[in-house]
């Protein structure tokens, strides 16, 4: 089978090398062409994808810029980013390009399958129309269908084959040959009656973790004004063995997905008069958190009889979760701009980050950082992070993850 995909992101590109790791041949649409390059040199941009598993199909995975080679293929999944605009709402730029290029190339009894997450509506509404203007009719001369990716960048123990797959179609049809298709790469696969519910399902999945970390941070903040441990009371609660499901504490929500999507939902539901207060109160508990950091953190060094302005702060992890270098939304980006418009003095180290432009750092080499630091902050504690290391060389270790639970120092304030 020939199959293409149309953006080689964090979503793309594991599931380009899932479908040519089974043997079928696959055409990579990709807008940038420095990530195209990279594919042809066998050479992975992401965590998850190993340069080795690439190199080993380069015969069978043919990245490209252009939509042209797509004529060929029996399956065409898109797999392109889903953003917000300033004003954060729903920005379906790159699937409107998409859509628009694809209909140029789009040929009778192809099958289309959407994979971005978005707003329930998205597949029929915007992306029927775009690619129909083929002159193909969508459900009739190809297939489509919604099927949203459940990726985790980093998690190890769900692969792509062993988490169940959501898959609706427009027609039935459409979901057999989605089906058919999904069936090459996944064990278990999840029927929906149609494109909503499947686009609304991904979205609940996100809501389900922006609502319940929200609820964690704002108990962080109150166990912190209590005087109460808000690690203690999570793992004492988390020994329910029912009824209870564990979310911890944090510096604030990162990444393309949970700080995003919540807002496609929202978007979406104004249409209809009914407001989501919930998703939209759990979006600004999150977003609240990384002003709290830089709150605590300028108490802890007031607690030294230092200042903000000219400590040496140490960022330990900018990624916005452990084993990944994706800085997207990360809080940690938040907290150093706060902290540098107080006027510290900021350094970082972050082993998957070598450099951040936007404050003209580089990552320093962790005993050299800190032993130059006022302070060193944990903010995402990636997994080759030696903890204890930290807190016996820094005069002051601010944790935000709870990876220093089991230590105690007089050096050391937790969340
Ligand atoms: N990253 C995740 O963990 C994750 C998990 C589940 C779902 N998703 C969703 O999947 C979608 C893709 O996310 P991602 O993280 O892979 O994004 P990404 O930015 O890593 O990758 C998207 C790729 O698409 C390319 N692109 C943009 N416009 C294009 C176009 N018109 N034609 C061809 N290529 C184009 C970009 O250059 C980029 O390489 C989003 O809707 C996201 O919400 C992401």
Redesign the pocket.
């Known amino acids: 089978m020939k199959v293409g995909i149309?953006?080689?992101?964090?979503?793309?590109?594991p599931l380009a090398l899932a479908f040519a790791e089974e043997g079928h041949d696959v055409v990579g649409?990709?807008?940038?062409p420095r990530?195209v390059a990279a594919i042809a040199r066998g050479h992975s941009y992401?965590e998850d994808v190993p340069s080795e598993r690439l190199a080993a199909v380069s015969d069978r995975l043919c990245p490209t810029?252009g939509?042209e080679d797509l004529v060929s293929c029996e399956a065409i999944l898109i797999?392109?980013?889903?953003?917000l605009t300033r004003n954060r709402e729903p920005d379906l730029?790159?699937?409107v390009?998409?859509g628009t290029?694809l209909a140029g190339v789009l040929r009778e009894g192809q099958l289309v399958v959407l994979?971005?997450?978005?707003y329930p509506g998205t597949t029929r509404e915007r992306l029927v129309p775009l690619l129909e203007e083929s002159g193909l009719a969508a459900g009739r001369d190809f297939n489509l269908a919604y099927s949203?990716?459940?990726?985790?960048?980093g998690r190890t123990d769900f692969t792509l084959r062993t988490t169940p797959k959501i898959v609706g179609g427009l027609t039935p049809a459409c979901l057999e040959r989605a089906l058919e298709l999904y069936g090459r790469v996944c064990d278990d696969l999840v029927t929906v009656s149609g494109p909503e519910p499947a686009e609304l399902a991904?979205l609940l999945e996100n809501v389900f973790r922006s609502v319940n970390i929200a609820l964690v941070n704002e108990l962080a903040m109150l166990c912190d004004r209590m005087g109460i441990d808000v690690w203690e009371v999570v793992d004492a609660a988390a020994s329910k063995p029912y009824g209870f499901m564990r979310f911890d504490p944090g510096p604030g929500m990162g990444?393309?997905?949970l700080p995003?999507?919540p807002f496609y939902l929202s978007w979406k539901a104004r249409e209809y008069g009914q407001p989501t207060e919930f998703v939209e109160l759990a979006g600004e508990v999150n977003q609240r958190m990384p002003e709290f950091c830089v709150e605590r953190v300028a108490r802890a060094l007031n607690d030294l009889s230092k200042p903000v302005r000219g400590s040496r702060v140490l960022i330990l992890g900018v990624a916005y979760k452990p084993g990944v270098g994706?800085l997207?939304e990360s809080p940690a980006i938040k907290i150093m701009g706060l902290l540098a418009k107080n006027g510290a003095e900021l350094s970082f180290h972050d082993d998957y980050v070598p450099n951040l432009p936007e404050f003209a750092l580089s990552s320093q080499p962790l005993d050299l950082a800190l032993a130059d630091a006022d302070v060193a902050v944990i903010v995402t504690a990636h997994p080759e992070l030696d903890v204890e290391a930290v807190v016996r060389s820094a005069p002051l270790v601010v944790d935000f993850r709870g990876v220093t639970r089991g230590i105690e120092a007089p050096n050391l304030v937790r969340l």
């Not at 149309?6 to 590109?13: K, S």
């Not at 949203?148 to 960048?153: H, I, Q």
Request: with cysteine; glycine share 12%; aromatic share 4%.
């Open positions: 149309v953006g080689l992101g964090y979503v793309g590109l649409v990709e807008a940038d990530k992401i810029t939509y797999a392109v980013p889903t953003p730029g790159p699937l390009s998409a290029a994979e971005s997450t978005t949203p990716e459940r990726v985790d960048p991904k990444g393309h997905c995003v999507d994706d997207r």
